[in-house]
T-cell receptor, first 112, second 114 residues
Framework: KQEVTQIPAALSVPEGENLVLNCSFTDSAIYNLQWFRQDPGKGLTSLLLIQSSQREQTSGRLNASLDKSSGRSTLYIAASQPGDSATYLCAVSPSGNTPLVFGKGTRLSVIA | EAGVAQSPRYKIIEKRQSVAFWCNPISGHATLYWYQQILGQGPKLLIQFQNNGVVDDSQLPKDRFSAERLKGVDSTLKIQPAKLEDSAVYLC????????????FGSGTRLTVV
């Protein structure tokens, strides 16, 4: 059974810092991995999608890497801003049409 | 393109009452999911539809939860009777299917059972 773990559970940083969020999964047979952002009381916004054949994806200040063999992904946020404060969720898909398996998320606070 | 629409946004009910949630996926998305997200946890799958057929409902508490997807488009999720532990955010998501480029989630319905 696939399990996804995210470390740390919560993180507080001053504005401007670069930071890394970690995600690990127990079964390396994945189709893709997706990072989401969730603001309090809101739904999920997709940030980055990495297919199993890819090593990384970038969007603006965000960079996500995938090491399928070791069951790890990292989300790198450069020059953090207070607007980045949210919960970040990592999810893996065992195949292209199967439900996502989520971690519990990392709650990020960026202090001005 | 329009996103995944869900309603209502919030609902407060007493235990043992019934409640229904509605989801309209992105046009053309064949696969629809309902997830339950309890506070402080990641979303957990309740049911997956492919067009109007159920693919996976193994984690749906069938004694109280039911879901349908009429004509392979809109979907409703019902809880009857509700329990206190059903308090959660109910998220609907859709995707194009096996060659999916990812999932799109709705804003969710926050249910509070008192």
């Amino acid at each position: 059974k696939q399990e996804v773990t995210q470390i740390p559970a919560a993180l507080s940083v001053p504005e401007g810092e670069n930071l890394v969020l970690n995600c690990s999964f127990t079964d390396s047979a994945i189709y893709n991995l997706q990072w989401f952002r969730q603001d309090p009381g809101k739904g999920l916004t997709s940030l980055l999608l990495i297919q199993s054949s890819q090593r990384e994806q970038t969007s603006g200040r965000l960079n996500a890497s995938l090491d399928k063999s070791s069951g790890r992904s990292t989300l790198y946020i450069a020059a953090s801003q207070p607007g980045d404060s949210a919960t970040y969720l990592c999810a893996v898909s065992p195949s292209g049409n199967t439900p996502l398996v989520f971690g519990k998320g990392t709650r990020l606070s960026v202090i001005a | 393109e329009a996103g995944v629409a869900q309603s209502p946004r919030y609902k407060i009910i007493e235990k043992r009452q019934s409640v229904a949630f509605w989801c309209n996926p992105i046009s053309g998305h064949a696969t629809l999911y309902w997830y339950q997200q309890i506070l402080g946890q990641g979303p957990k799958l309740l049911i997956q539809f492919q067009n109007n057929g159920v693919v996976d409902d193994s984690q749906l508490p069938k004694d109280r939860f039911s879901a349908e997807r009429l004509k392979g488009v809109d979907s409703t999720l019902k809880i009857q009777p509700a329990k206190l532990e059903d308090s959660a955010v109910y998220l609907c998501a859709s995707s194009t299917g096996p060659t999916s480029r990812g999932y799109t989630f709705g804003s969710g319905t926050r249910l509070t059972v008192v």
